[in-house]
């Protein structure tokens, strides 16, 4: 029986070191340091860590935008430094700007033009992502008028236009109020329903951690931690029950059942607390 | 999906979206201007001979028309790269399978569009202005002509007619393009490696001014002080790192009633072609390893 044929990961980094060169007399720079990361068809991963530890290079060089110093990046199998490589790649960088001369729907004709789009396809496809984002009824709207919170929308819009099965998000919630950061959120997963591939970059780690699959962090241009979120963030020791409507003398009975079996500890009992982010949506909807 | 390495319906993108860019940042308003300025000067200075006054018509229009293409070509070209840089919108059309050569190319074809368009209105405006200021002098002297023998008439629109409205006009209007082309490509070239759009118009000005006196300082400098292949290497040097822009001054011939044969279109526009290849070459070299 022969083996099974390998998967090609959709994003492959292999050993990357990004050195900048620097100004007239000055040192250069070492961004990313013999960074390697896989990241499977189909999953969400994040890359976390703090500003300047080498995240938005490491994206860049991925998508072509940098060339590696040392090492190699590949997006599903094919060479980074190959145009090709990115037919497959949606990327909203942080901060999106967008020619300001044109409106919501000329930017997405634009791009989707430049991805090979056309004609009535490319125009319901573009209505079909400002309907996505909620753009539509700034369609007609020049860009220059647009909130941070829309040209994030609208960059989301664009990078997902034609259909890519690999998504690059960096930093897409940066500037977004927390309803459309959670809208945002809810794409993400949405994707992971696709099956799309999503690799992503965010500073809310509480939003990583609901979203990512597996997460590498990294610090000072080095990959410092990666693998899967529960097993990383999982206390390994410990074990947690969650109750709903337990009464005082079953609680007493399970402290004295612990106590009773001798080994385990009872860490802490107490109600769980709800995020303030889920505490501000809830506030929201009521008033509207 | 198969990738095009070179896709003219990408290039064509690009090149729309500069045209637009360029149109809504209001530049054509220069149009209406030199529209403006070709009516009064058709009209101004009655008291000169009227071989003088479409001279004069035709030496204002010309010089319009080079300040309106050079200018464009400069100032519009060297915003465009700084600004896509600076608003990072680089950023999301190079993340799309887009080579970097055919944004350039898209860049270059948007500047040139726009001005060879904006050169074809100008050149019909000013071609009407002058057929019918030629029209109205002829009649003025026809009237004030005692004995209006045939000979007298011939002799009288030959005269006007060498000033008038000619094929040759829209030949200077050709090398007045052509020469924006250059320069135009050699802006893109220096908004590659530039720090700054400032730096970008600045450079290019300099180079603009050397390379319309290359001539001169061939002239001044190399001719018959030192050996013949000397000189050669050294001009031929010149002529690399400065476009001789002297080979597209065919307007003053123009003014003058001159004819601009084919044979010199057809020699300018080789070079102007040898040039723009030269330069987006060596724009690509540059910009393929630009850090973003």
């Known amino acids: 029986m022969s083996d099974p044929q390998p998967i090609t990961p959709a994003v492959s980094v292999e050993n990357l070191t990004k050195v900048f060169r620097g100004a007239l007399g000055r040192k250069p720079f070492v961004a990313v340091r013999d960074v390697s990361l896989t990241v499977r068809e189909g999953e969400v991963y994040g890359l976390i860590g703090p500003n300047g530890c080498g995240k938005s290079t490491t994206m860049k060089t991925v998508l072509g935008l940098l060339a590696p110093t040392r090492g190699r990046t590949f997006v599903f199998g094919r060479s980074s430094t190959e145009v090709a490589s990115r037919q497959a790649v949606g990327f909203l960088p942080e901060n999106p700007y967008f020619y300001k001369h044109l409106n919501g729907l000329e930017t997405l004709l634009f791009y989707g033009r430049l991805c090979g789009l056309g004609g009535a396809e490319l125009r319901d496809r573009a209505r079909e992502m400002l309907a996505l984002t909620g753009l539509e009824d700034a369609a007609d709207r020049r860009v220059a008028g647009y909130s941070k919170g829309m040209l994030q929308r609208l960059g989301l819009a664009q990078a997902l ?66 693998g899967r979120v529960d097993e990383l963030i999982a206390v390994e020791n410990q074990t947690e029950l969650v109750l709903e409507d337990a009464t005082p003398e079953l609680l007493a009975e399970i402290r004295a059942l612990v106590e009773r079996q001798g080994g385990a500890r009872l860490v802490r009992t ?18 509207n | 999906m198969n990738h095009a390495a070179f896709s003219p319906a990408r290039v064509w993108t690009l090149a729309a979206a500069t045209v637009t860019q360029l149109v809504r940042m209001k530049i054509l308003v220069f149009l209406l201007l030199f529209c403006a300025v070709v009516v009064a000067a058709g009209f101004a200075f009655p008291v ?52 970097r050569h055919e944004y350039l190319l898209g860049k270059l074809l948007g500047v040139l569009a726009l001005i060879g368009a904006g050169l074809l209105v100008m050149d019909a405006a000013f071609s009407l202005v002058l057929w019918l200021r030629e029209k109205l002098l002829l009649a003025q002297i026809l009237a004030g002509l005692k004995a209006q023998t045939p000979e007298a008439v011939a002799q009288v629109q030959e005269l006007v007619g060498k ?31 530039a720090s700054s759009t400032l730096f970008t118009v600045v450079v290019t000005f300099c ?86």
């Open chain 2, 163 to 193: 000033q008038g409205l000619t094929w040759n006009l829209h030949l200077g209007v050709l090398a007045v393009f052509l020469k924006a082309a250059v320069v135009t490509a050699l802006a893109l070239m220096v908004s590659c490696f």
């Open chain 1, 270 to 287: 107490g109600q769980p607390r709800t995020t303030l982010e889920k505490l501000f949506l809830e506030a929201t909807e009521e008033t």
């Open chain 2, 48 to 99: 000169l001979n009227p071989e003088h006054q479409l001279k004069l018509l035709k030496d204002v229009s010309f010089g319009a028309l080079q300040i309106f293409s050079l200018v464009i070509g400069i100032v519009a070209t060297a915003l465009l790269l700084p600004r896509d840089l600076e608003d990072r919108t680089l950023y999301t059309i190079l993340s799309k399978p887009v080579p």
């Open chain 2, 207 to 292: 180079i603009v001014i050397i390379g319309h006196g290359q001539g001169l300082l061939r002239e001044y400098f190399l001719q018959g002080k030192m050996e013949p292949f000397v000189e050669k290497g050294l001009s031929a040097l010149l002529a690399v790192l400065t476009p001789d822009l002297g080979v597209f001054d065919v307007i003053d011939n123009v003014v003058n009633g001159q004819v601009v044969g084919p044979g010199s279109a057809g020699y300018m526009t080789g070079i102007a072609l040898t040039y723009i290849t030269g330069y987006m070459v060596v724009s690509h070299l540059l910009f393929v390893e630009k850090e973003l």
């Open chain 1, 161 to 226: 236009l034609h259909r890519p099965r690999l998504v690059v998000l960096d930093e897409p919630t940066a500037g977004v109020d927390p309803a459309g950061s959670r809208k945002i959120r809810d794409l993400i997963l949405g994707f992971r329903g696709q099956g799309i591939t999503v690799l992503v970059t965010s500073h809310l780690l509480e939003q990583m951690q609901e979203v990512c699959d597996r997460v590498g962090i990294m610090a000072h241009g080095r990959m410092m931690r990666e």
